[in-house]
């Protein structure tokens, strides 16, 4: 079955960086793209953008340009999000999503990201 | 960048009985070669990722109840669940598909009366 497993819970200092990653299993990995959506504590769900699984071309977001991107390791079918220099407010639940031609199908578990001194 | 607006922003309905939900997207999702409604729903409980319920506006997701469907067209959207069960308790998202910044709905919090 398809799944898509994220990597762990995490705390950061404010400035640091975090690099979050998602394996997927279950169908062929280049088939399809990888989105990443955000959640925010008691928030609702927002589009931080995606990547090309079978070119590695990206797209962000306004507002999640410079310092979120997004990555490849076709040979592991792992994605993942960098987010350098760490702010209060990206401490939220990150999300990895398989994108099919019509709607985000599989969601990852998420993982927590907390942004605090 | 396609604004979505769900109505109401929480709902309690009665075990049983019906709830709807609506979503109004600033511009139509309507795409015109295959006529498909690129909008999809999806429920969120407490503690999970959202799961996927419906697609192109009225199509059900492999296994979501029949009790879930979806109508509308263009601009307007509704997810209706007929008969509402204890486990529906969710948060209920809609989604345009249609074009990137693929944009998200605030949320309808559904609850039992």
């Known amino acids: 079955q398809v799944q898509l497993v994220q990597s762990g819970s995490t705390l950061k200092m404010p400035g640091a960086s975090v690099k979050l990653s998602c394996q997927a299993s279950?169908?062929?990995?280049?088939?399809?793209?990888v989105n990443w959506v955000r959640q925010a504590p008691g928030q609702g769900l927002e589009w931080i953008g995606w990547?090309?699984?079978?070119?590695?071309?990206?797209e962000n977001a306004q507002g999640f340009t410079g310092r979120f991107v997004f990555s490849l390791d076709t040979s592991v079918n792992t994605a993942y999000l960098q987010i350098s220099r760490l702010e209060a407010e990206d401490t939220a639940v990150y999300y990895c999503?398989?994108?099919?031609?019509?709607?985000?199908?599989?969601w990852g578990q998420g993982t927590a990201v907390t942004v605090s001194s | 960048d396609i604004v979505m607006t769900q109505s109401p922003d929480s709902l309690a309905v009665s075990l049983g009985e019906r709830a709807t939900i609506n979503c109004k997207s600033s511009?139509?999702?309507?795409?015109?070669?295959?006529?498909?409604?690129?909008l999809t729903w999806y429920q969120q409980k407490p503690g999970q990722p959202p799961k996927l319920l419906i697609y192109?506006?009225?199509t059900r997701e492999s296994g979501v109840p029949d009790r879930f469907s979806g109508s509308g067209s263009g601009t307007d959207f509704t997810l209706t669940i007929s008969s509402l069960q204890a486990e529906d308790v969710a948060v209920y998202y809609c989604?345009?598909?249609?074009?990137?910044?693929?944009?998200f709905g605030q949320g309808t919090k559904l609850e039992i009366k």
């Open positions: 999503v398989r994108a099919s031609g019509w709607a985000f199908d599989h």
């Open positions: 279950g169908y062929r990995f280049k088939s399809y793209a």
């Open positions: 990547i090309n699984t079978n070119s590695g071309k990206p």
């Open positions: 511009q139509s999702v309507l795409y015109g070669p295959n006529n498909k409604n690129y």
């Open positions: 192109w506006a009225s």
């Open positions: 989604q345009q598909y249609y074009t990137t910044p693929y944009t």
